[in-house]
């Protein structure tokens, strides 16, 4: 690269970076706790405090991975998601998509010519005598 477009890129970069917006002001003097801090931590957390999954996840997989080696940890999860998939296909309702009220519609939009080919129309002419 030879030295203008180099100083041109970095010109350009230090205007770019001169007009952005600040990203983070913080307060000047020193910070005093709210008083209501733990409670707020408490209620934002209680939806999130009983869920366990990941460090269940994470010691199934490691004891599968001490038995039987580490790849046999995406076999286990590969089993896993197809039996879902199969609990899934037989539970849920097999038809859910409603019929179209205007068929007729949907066919001519679907047999519509493709973009840049022509179409030729033939048109009576009337006389207006």
Known sequence: MTWRPAALILASSVVCLSCAAPLLKLPAGPGAPASDAQDAVTAATAACTPVSSISLEMSVSGSIAGLWGWRAVFVVAAL???????????????????????????????????????????????SAD
Request: glycine share 4%; aromatic share 6%; hydrophobic share 35%.
């Open 80 to 126: 896993v998601m197809v039996a879902v998939s199969g609990w899934l296909a037989a539970t849920l309702p097999h038809d859910t998509i409603e019929k179209s009220p205007c068929p007729t519609a949907e066919r001519s939009l679907l047999s519509s010519p493709s973009p840049g080919t022509t179409t030729h129309f033939a048109y009576e002419a009337s």
